[in-house]
């Protein structure tokens, strides 16, 4: 999912895209309406019978209404919806027109359920925020506002928020977008740890075996607590801190496992296949750290050319665009660079995307001057460039980029880039089609609202949505039986590396580039 980002000038300031960037733009913080003697929130007014005024402000009653929190960027409803004595929360609605300066009311159900309650401000949150900056103004053709009004009503009997959430689902579906979309904060959690590339925890990757549902060490990160306690991939977790594993499932085990850095936990693993007697079982605490969980395995290749000179070549995965990608990636390439690689492989397969800005970084990595990157369309359907500002490669060498149907988003944006400005070939298969952006906001209970509030063209303007990009070569996915040699810094990769059929074909077309000069 794609978080909006730009490099250019143009965006260095996130207040300058209110429609973009900033939910709410006329949202009047504590600030109160010489008309209306109270806390005002402006936006196109409506009623249950028909639209009174182009530009009307809601009065929120605070004998019945929680004042808004101060801190209005990260939770613009939070008080929104207070538990009120009466049935009903009552909203004033005054307007500035001269015709209209009578007040409107309009009353909204507020649930008794407490927890129902929380997820009714959650609505006026979402429903809000998509109304400032969805990309199409028209909510698919229907009125936003009536909307909020019938998914307040179906929510208002209802009892769990669960099924709270569901109406706002369900609200959000009507849409027609399926990047638009609530998600709970254990997944929002879980996404901010994708995207921020590092969390607290011990360093082990576990998964549930499908037929026993048994917690199965995948791997442990190099240098991590759990690498260095000698846990190893296959071993099975029993107990944590004492608690029994059986039925948990591997998310809730993972949740178990992080913690601050410095406090402790321990597991009971068994290694091995003897469950007769207590052999193989052990029981390891761990101290809790920071983990890296980096974006980047890459290898140095040696590559025989057609004159039979041997030169190297540099091979880097890119599995997701997290903050550190960018700054990683650089750092990989002065390291190649130092140690005299000719040409480079940048595989982005199965790479579905992540931060946009990461994407532009990584791309300024391999190019020159004041190029376009992309192109992004706004919901009025305006369309602006985003340009690198005197940009300086790291190196000119002769570059492929490796792509497939996995390769989405902020992968198809670098790979687009990087094509239609001459610097790499693309080999591989089509990818995804995904040719939206999203922007990211945490909701006042945890919650995280991802909403399309941009669509994007290559830098040559082909429009990549539902469509994708075709690669200059393809390749064939068999697997080649011969493996090459290669010194791969990510020892788990290899295997898979080596017997990569579209490596060779990815070598071809830089044997190619060499052959007709390198391009600058």
Not at 91 to 100: E, G, I, N
């Amino acid at each position: 999912m794609e978080s909006l980002s730009p490099i250019s000038t143009k965006f260095s300031n996130p207040n300058s895209l209110p429609s973009l960037l900033s939910p709410f733009s006329t949202f009047n913080h504590r600030r109160k309406s010489r008309k209306c003697k109270a806390w005002t929130l402006s936006f196109p007014c409506f009623s249950s019978y028909k639209t009174v005024a182009t530009q009307c402000k809601v009065q929120l009653n605070d004998r019945d209404l929680v004042k808004f929190d101060s801190d209005w960027r990260r939770s613009i409803g939070r008080g929104l919806f207070g538990v009120a004595a009466a049935a009903a929360a009552m909203f004033s609605v005054c307007c500035d027109s001269p015709a209209l300066a009578e007040s409107l009311t309009v009353a909204f159900p507020v649930s008794r359920a407490r927890e129902v309650n929380t997820v009714q401000r959650t609505l006026v949150e979402t429903w809000g925020l998509i109304r400032e900056t969805f990309i199409d103004p028209t909510f698919n053709h229907q009125d936003w506002d009536l909307k909020l009004q019938q998914t307040m009503v179906e929510m208002f009997p209802l009892r769990t928020a669960d099924a709270a959430y569901n109406k706002i689902s369900g609200m959000l579906s009507t849409l027609g977008d399926p990047f638009t979309r609530i998600i709970s904060p254990k997944e929002y959690q879980n996404f901010r740890i994708g995207s921020d590339g590092n969390l607290q925890g011990v360093g082990i990757f576990i998964n549930a075996e499908p037929r026993t549902g048994h917690l199965i060490v995948l791997s442990c990160i190099e240098g991590s607590p759990a690498a260095r306690a000698g846990i190893h991939e296959g071993d099975e977790l029993i107990e944590i801190n004492g608690e029994r594993l059986d039925g948990t499932d591997d998310e809730t085990a993972a949740q178990k496992l992080r913690g601050r850095v410095g406090t402790t936990v321990t597991v009971k693993l068994h290694s091995g296949t003897g469950w007769g007697s207590d052999s193989g079982f052990r029981e390891v605490k761990l101290s809790r750290d920071f983990i890296k969980l980096s974006p980047i395995s890459s290898a140095i290749i040696p590559h025989k050319t057609p004159d039979g000179h041997v030169s190297k070549l540099g091979y880097v995965k890119l599995s997701a665009f997290s903050q550190t990608a960018a700054a990683e990636m650089e750092n990989c390439i002065h390291e190649m660079e130092a140690q005299d690689v000719c040409s480079y492989i940048l595989d982005l397969r199965n790479n579905p995307g992540g931060l946009v800005k990461v994407g532009l970084d990584v791309a300024q990595i391999w190019l020159d001057g004041d190029e376009t990157l992309v192109n992004t369309i706004d919901r009025d359907g305006n369309m602006l460039p985003i340009n690198m500002i005197d940009g300086h490669a790291i190196t000119h060498d002769p570059l492929v980029v490796l792509v497939n149907e996995g390769s989405a988003s902020a992968s198809e944006i670098l790979a687009g880039a990087l094509h239609d400005n001459g610097r790499a070939i693309l080999v591989g298969h089509k990818t995804f089609g995904k040719g939206k952006i999203q922007s990211v906001t945490e909701l006042h209970d945890g919650s995280a609202l991802f909403v399309t509030v941009a669509k994007y063209l290559s830098p040559a303007l082909h429009d990549i949505d539902q469509v994708g990009i075709t690669p200059d070569v393809q390749c064939s996915t068999e697997m080649l039986s011969s493996p090459k040699e290669s010194l791969l810094k990510d020892k788990s990769s290899a295997s898979s590396l080596e017997a990569d059929s579209c490596i060779m074909v990815a070598e071809h077309e830089l044997d190619v580039q060499e052959s007709k000069g390198t391009p600058s």
